[in-house]
């Protein structure tokens, strides 16, 4: 197998073999929850992933969005509840999914493993593995690239328990993503910035914004 870096994926080369894109991503998502107030659905504030050293370069996603909602709503203290509907909305690169297609793939797939923390709730995190993606490659593929749904359908994470006042659940800093693209592991660390920090795609330097904590649903107390 060879990559051959340059500014965009698409002039990437494999050559033999099936390749699998593993992503470490660091994001975090908070969801507050109070005892009467209802829980928004997802924020609209999107987020970057950019995923330092790869073969490639230095990769940036940018408006990268995860959703989720707390249920039931009034969690009362020592009452049960869960994160439904769990899902991250990655826009993966035309380059990216142009290389991928150019290599006989027809769709975009894989795994991601992914950890909620919760504070105001025990337990205080609970991890989920073996989230899969799937997203065909449509013919002609679009010029804004394409939205990867993790996992390909939403999912239910906890249950949790609400220990009184407020709950906050984030997103661990640390989500991987394992991309089966046709031959070879790559191992990419990613932290979530703000939205737009660094151009999507392939960049020499690192965003000069401070990492964040994406926002997904609140319910004031």
């Known amino acids: 197998m060879a990559w051959l870096r340059a500014e965009a994926v698409r002039r ?7 390749a699998i894109l593993t992503l470490t991503c660091t994001t975090s998502v908070v969801l507050v929850q109070g005892f009467w107030s209802p829980a928004s659905a ?7 992933l950019y995923c330092p050293g790869t073969p490639i370069g230095n990769v940036v996603m940018n408006s990268v969005v995860t959703s989720g909602t707390i249920t039931p709503v009034r969690a009362a203290s020592h009452h049960h509840f869960t994160v439904t509907g769990y899902q991250i909305s990655v826009p993966f690169p035309q380059s ?114 401070n990492p964040i904590a994406p926002l997904i649903a609140t319910s004031p107390g």
Not at 12 to 18: D, Q, Y
Not at 100 to 109: C, Q, S, T, Y
Request: with cysteine.
């Open 12 to 18: 990437m080369s494999i050559r033999g073999g099936i």
């Open 42 to 48: 997802t924020t609209s504030t999107s987020y970057e």
């Open 96 to 209: 990216f999914v142009a290389a991928a297609a150019a290599l006989g793939n027809k769709a975009i797939r894989g795994t991601a493993t992914t950890t909620l923390d919760a504070s105001g709730a025990t337990p205080s995190s609970v991890t989920r593995s073996s989230l899969h993606f799937a997203t065909p490659i449509p013919t002609p593929l679009p010029t804004e690239g394409l939205i990867v749904h993790v996992p390909n359908r939403a999912k239910t994470i906890g249950v949790f328990t609400a220990s009184g006042g407020k709950i906050a659940v984030s997103q661990d800093e640390h989500v991987t993503l394992r991309w089966l693209i046709s031959g070879s592991r790559l191992n990419l660390a990613c932290t979530s910035y703000p939205n737009n920090s660094a151009p999507t795609g392939i960049t020499d330097a690192a965003p000069v914004a």
